[in-house]
């Protein structure tokens, strides 16, 4: 079955650049989630869209930003990168008409040098 | 085959009663465990994290319970009420993974 896909995998960028994650959910899953885990920590909730709106906004940066589009793809972008920006992004998909099923997806690991 | 899994997939309750959520893993080494309730867009809210040590604990209606050893996990819902109504999901840290699982979807009736 297919699953969440986030893409690059692994990204290694430079403080002060941009960098822009993406993730693919499940296909008819209308909810999209980010969440950021630092090393050593616990995962952090950021944001989520549900059918293309903005739905609900943890402890994202001011710096980053996202979106779902039309294909309910979403895109994290995240601007100004600090060392501390360095880590594990995971995405979620989920269906607010399903009785169960949030499929996460295995991460996006970005390295702030 | 997925390194944490939930059951059951979903449940329905009637208000007043309780229910026990079931988390199963295989994730080694192990760190600890939070459970989370979240809603349909919204963002997750932990409701207990437990380590190794730990057996059981308390957050006001809900109890989670850790076995370390069968590498099992479950979350008592003491009372429910209609606000319940919720994703559950188990979240197993390990080294350096972090493996979520599907979550429990429960639906609490009047």
């Known amino acids: 079955a297919a699953g969440v896909i986030q893409s690059p995998r692994h990204l290694i960028k430079e403080k002060r650049e941009t960098a822009t994650l993406k993730c693919y959910p499940i296909p008819r899953h209308d909810t999209v989630y980010w969440y950021q885990q630092g090393p050593g920590q616990d995962p952090q909730f950021l944001i989520s869209?549900?059918?293309?709106?903005?739905?609900d906004k943890g402890s994202i940066p001011d710096r980053f930003s996202a979106q779902q589009f039309s294909d309910y793809h979403s895109e994290l972008n995240m601007s100004s990168l600090e060392l501390g920006d360095s880590a594990l992004y995971f995405c979620?998909?989920?269906?607010?008409?399903?009785?169960?099923?949030?499929?996460f997806g295995s991460g996006t690991r970005l390295t702030v040098v | 085959k997925n390194q944490v899994e939930q059951s059951p997939q979903s449940l329905i309750i009637l208000e007043g009663k309780n229910c026990t959520l079931q988390c199963n893993y295989t994730v080694s080494p192990f760190s600890n465990l939070r459970w989370y309730k979240q809603d349909t867009g919204r963002g997750p809210v932990s409701l207990t994290i437990?380590?190794?040590?730990?057996n059981t604990k308390s957050n006001g209606r809900y109890t989670a319970t850790l076995d370390a050893d069968t590498k099992q996990s479950s979350l008592h819902i003491t009372a429910s009420q209609l606000s319940d109504s919720a994703s559950y999901i188990c979240?197993?840290?390990?080294?350096?993974?972090?493996?979520f699982g599907a979550g429990t979807r429960l639906f609490v009736k009047a």
């Open positions: 979240v197993v840290r390990g080294g350096f993974k972090t493996i």
């Open positions: 869209f549900y059918e293309k709106m903005q739905s």
């Open positions: 979620a998909s989920s269906s607010g008409r399903e009785t169960y099923g949030y499929t």
């Open positions: 437990m380590t190794f040590s730990e």
